[in-house]
């Protein structure tokens, strides 16, 4: 009997069609937020060869995204939000592709050190990787002493907070030291708990000696400083700081550390007291009293403080005494030292004016009289605005013509000089973080007058906010620019 069907099934109209296309479209769209964000880790081992050492790059210097560690000659580690990556060789003048990268989401990265060819990460939920800085596997993971409550990176934009001065993280040679809420924690190369202590009171700020110690800061009343070995915990020492204390001339992660500056309670203006950090006992250091002086070493043992006084670079002992040096010049480019050219292999006499020598219009510097500064003072010359950082014997600068100049911190002569971007005048800058390596720098450009509350689209220069310069050698002219 023919009941009028046609065997065709009856088509849904209206809303409910909408409604049931919607539902599916949020499933799926559920289902790839899910498998977007669901907690994962996400290792990249190292593609390709391990980056050679000093190349030659094209320019003097170049612009980063993110904060560089420099790794020897080899490697440069980065940390963002939720990401630790290496890239290499290390004087490339451009960040490069991710030779490893490690992702661990939704952990965020609380701070990056490296001590034995490891860098050894801390995370939110308080685990530590160690990623092997060769091949990018993950050498040890440990769990970690507790992270502080509602531990979070603290990075910014470039991530130069993270891999600079971590909070709570030190390396002593081949140590690695985690100060948690409930306990500090020493660890080895292999991942192996060398010791371990509860955090104490007050804890306040910690960092590692250019000698060899772990030093805690208490706050408990008058400030103290604990000295530790860093290999078994061993208390060494106590020390009656007596104000708040701020660690000088350290490399990154607030370690080696070479001097301290003490602001004492109701001292009268801004100067502090700076001492150094030798065996034994801290020594006063009068040289170190301005909270502008650099600290930095000469490479023969000496420490020196360099501060600026009329435009000028002053740089005498940190223990206090007669200046030893004054400069304030032209920053063109010159021949490096043999030293220098050996490192970049550049054969001998390729380069600008060789070290030493007369610049065009600049009369040779006197030799002064006995115990008198060596004067490098041109009449005229731009006036140099900032320090930058030290390494070994050589200190960097920031003149009044947006140059940086690399500068021999035993007699004042100039290495070489590379003129920043002239559009960016040096008034409207001020450096932020910055670290120096062998004839190598690299520092921050935030905002002058701008305060760290601001967001970070204000408080940086760029979205590009780090330089990295260095005496690179340019094979087509054949100079160091």
Not at 127 to 142: F, I, K, M, N, P
Not at 161 to 172: E, K, L
Not at 339 to 359: E, F, K, N, S
């Amino acid at each position: 009997m023919d009941d009028g069907s046609t065997g065709r099934r009856p088509r849904v109209r209206g809303p409910l069609a909408v409604l049931l296309a919607c539902a599916l479209l949020a499933g799926l769209g559920a289902l790839a937020a899910y498998r977007t964000l669901r907690p994962a880790e996400v290792l990249t081992l190292a593609r390709g060869p391990y980056p050679a050492g000093p190349t030659t790059p094209l320019r003097g210097y170049g612009r980063f995204a993110d904060a560089p560690l420099f790794v020897g000659e080899q490697v440069r580690v980065y940390a963002n939000k939720y990401q630790v990556k290496a890239d290499g060789p290390g004087n490339q003048r451009f960040q490069a592709s991710p030779y490893w990268s490690l992702r661990r989401w939704p952990q965020q990265v609380l701070g990056v050190v490296v001590a034995a060819g490891r860098a050894v990460t801390r995370w939110s939920d308080g685990e530590l990787t160690a990623t092997d800085v060769r091949s990018g596997a993950v050498a040890w993971r440990q769990p970690g002493p507790a992270v502080p409550a509602g531990a979070r990176y603290t990075g910014r934009r470039d991530g130069a907070g993270s891999v600079y001065a971590p909070d709570g993280m030190h390396t002593a040679a081949d140590t690695v030291i985690v100060r948690g809420r409930t306990e500090t924690v020493a660890y080895d190369p292999a991942g192996a708990v060398r010791w371990r202590e509860p955090a104490g009171a007050c804890p306040v700020e910690s960092f590692t000696t250019t000698d060899g110690r772990y030093a805690v800061v208490r706050g408990c009343g008058p400030e103290t400083v604990e000295f530790r070995d860093p290999r078994t915990g061993r208390l060494r020492d106590t020390w009656a700081a007596g104000g708040a204390v701020t660690p000088l001339a350290c490399a990154p992660a607030r370690s080696a550390c070479v001097a301290l500056r003490v602001a004492r309670p109701g001292a009268p203006g801004p100067r502090g007291e700076g001492w150094l950090l030798a065996a034994g006992r801290p020594a006063r250091a009068a040289g170190l009293d301005n909270p502008g002086a650099l600290a930095m070493a000469d490479g023969r043992g000496q420490v020196l403080a360099a501060t600026l006084a009329d435009g000028a670079v002053v740089v005498g002992p940190a223990a206090g005494g007669p200046a030893l040096w004054r400069w304030r010049a032209p920053a063109v480019p010159v021949r490096p030292d043999p030293a220098t050219a050996a490192l970049l292999g550049i054969p001998p006499g390729v380069g600008g004016l060789r070290p030493g020598t007369p610049l065009p219009g600049i009369p040779a510097a006197p030799p002064g009289r006995p115990g008198a500064p060596r004067e490098l003072v041109v009449p005229g010359a731009p006036a140099v605005r900032h320090l930058l950082a030290s390494h070994a014997d050589s200190l960097y600068v920031v003149t009044a013509q947006n140059r940086v100049a690399e500068l021999d911190t035993r007699t004042g002569a100039l290495r070489a000089g590379f003129t920043l971007d002239r559009s960016e005048a040096v008034r409207t800058w001020v450096p932020g973080w910055a670290v120096a390596g062998p004839h190598l720098v690299a520092f921050e450009q935030l905002r002058a007058g701008v305060p760290a509350t601001r967001d970070d689209a204000e408080y940086y220069l760029s979205g590009e906010p780090v330089i990295v310069a260095g005496p690179f050698y340019n094979p087509k002219s054949r100079r160091i620019e």
